[in-house]
């Protein structure tokens, strides 16, 4: 976004950034492991706030084939440190993007907080 005196703001790409623990994760170096494994076919990871670390890794898969969130969390841990895994997986038919097709990470945080919301409460 470029303000009124030009000042140019980014928007999003900041928030891309998770932060558990006081680490940084960066989401895309989460994202390139997971699309290593044959059955992922497309994935997004965003933060979600949690009250103890801060933010934990969430990734939104979408599968090619069968696989389960054992089988993705082993795979990580052959191919990145154990503390930027995703504590959580969930399996989507598609990931919601823009009309270039960019993945709308925004969306994503929505949707995950819809779903992390505690049932009945």
């Not at 005196?5 to 900041?14: E, I, K």
């Not at 706030?49 to 933010?55: L, Q, S, V």
Request: hydrophobic share 40%; net charge negative.
């Amino acid at each position: 976004m470029l303000d009124a005196d030009g000042f140019l703001t980014l928007l999003d790409r900041s928030k891309d950034l998770v932060v558990s623990g006081g680490t940084n994760i960066y989401p895309r170096e989460v994202e390139e492991a997971l699309l290593t494994h044959p059955a992922v076919h497309e994935v997004s990871v965003i933060g979600r706030p949690d009250a103890e670390w801060g933010e934990v890794v969430v990734a939104y898969v979408v599968r090619r084939g069968v696989v389960d969130e054992r089988e993705l969390d082993a795979h990580c841990l052959q191919h990145i440190a154990r503390f930027k895994r995703p504590k959580h997986y969930r399996f989507v038919d598609e990931l919601p993007k823009n009309n270039y097709g960019k993945v709308l990470k925004t969306a994503l945080r929505e949707l995950d907080a819809r779903e992390a919301r505690p049932q009945g409460g």
